[in-house]
Each structure stands twice: as structure tokens, then as C-alpha cells.
Nanobody
């Protein structure tokens, strides 16, 4: 099992930026996919962005061009740089890690991002 700890959430004005970080720990040799999901009040959890161990990325259409996901395989960390934030980006953001193809993903505890003036 992978333990994930997120950091970097907070309150920001529309148009502002935030950087989320997630550190993975536990007993594992590598992590296949790391990613970020979010859940707004009254809505289902949705994918924001994922990145494979080889650097392949996938973004939700709503964040493409504004958010950038990156990872450091040696440190088992994944980051999400969020620019041009909008009120609709307000949600709890969760880090996710899938150790290998077909594995059940592990989740962090979540970090709140609020975009408001």
C-alpha cells in the first residue's frame, strides 16, 4: 500500500495560481501512474490530470492549458501547478497512485482549494 500526503491547497483569487504537491511513501518498487482528482460539493470525484512513470500525461479538458502535472520518480512525488484559476476549480483535490497496471489506486486525504474573490 502507498501512503500519500498532499500539501499546497488554500484560498486564492480568480486568475491566481497554486501549486499542489503529493509525497508517496510505503513499501513499493515503483509507481505506474500518479495523478490528481478533485471533488466539488455535491459532485462526483473527477479526474484532473495523471502522469505515468515515463512522463506521459493526461488532462481533463477543463484544465488543459492552465494546469501542469509533473513528477519526480526518484523522490516519489507528484506536483500540480495550477494557473489562471477559476471559481469552478474550487474543490477538494486528491492525490492518487496506481502501483502497476490493474492495481487498485491509493488515495491521499485531500487538500482544499478555494478560488474566490
Amino acid at each position: 500500500q502507498v501512503q500519500l500526503v498532499e500539501s499546497g491547497g488554500g484560498l486564492v483569487q480568480p486568475g491566481g495560481s497554486l501549486r499542489l504537491s503529493c509525497a508517496a511513501s510505503g513499501i513499493f518498487s515503483s509507481i505506474y501512474i500518479m495523478g490528481w482528482y478533485r471533488q466539488a460539493p455535491g459532485k462526483q470525484r473527477e479526474l484532473v490530470a495523471t502522469i505515468t512513470s515515463s512522463g506521459g500525461t493526461n488532462y481533463a479538458a477543463s484544465v488543459k492549458g492552465r494546469f501542469t502535472i509533473s513528477r519526480d520518480n526518484a523522490k516519489n512525488t507528484v506536483n500540480l501547478q495550477m494557473n489562471s484559476l477559476k471559481p469552478e476549480d474550487t474543490a477538494v483535490y486528491y492525490c492518487n497512485a496506481v502501483r502497476y497496471v490493474g492495481a487498485v489506486g491509493d488515495w491521499g486525504q485531500g487538500t482544499q482549494v478555494t478560488v474566490s474573490s
